[in-house]
């Protein structure tokens, strides 16, 4: 299943799951600020090495990085995993 690395308070998180919910592609949404520590340091990792950055996204060990919300380059990468 998809998922979701969120912070509550980031507008592009919730516009990519908004995104999500009116493709109807399931996900699994997981609030960055309650994640134990060794998967903060991965979405550090995917995200550049130096804080991170939502909403990362993670699909069968492939890992989008978080980034300004764009429906385009969501959907194109969605896509290019199979969800879509």
Not at 16 to 44: C, G, N, T, W
Not at 62 to 75: I, M
Request: proline share 6%.
């Amino acid at each position: 299943m998809l998922k979701v690395y969120y912070w509550n308070l980031c507008p592009h998180c919730h516009k990519a799951m908004d995104y999500l919910k009116s493709h109807d592609i399931p996900f699994e949404a997981l609030d960055i600020e309650e994640q134990p520590e060794e998967v903060v340091r991965k979405i550090v990792e995917v995200n550049g090495g130096d804080d991170w950055v939502v909403p990362t996204m993670e699909y069968n060990g492939q890992w989008r990085p978080g980034q300004v919300f764009n429906a385009a380059e969501l959907g194109r990468d969605l896509k290019a995993w199979g969800l879509m």
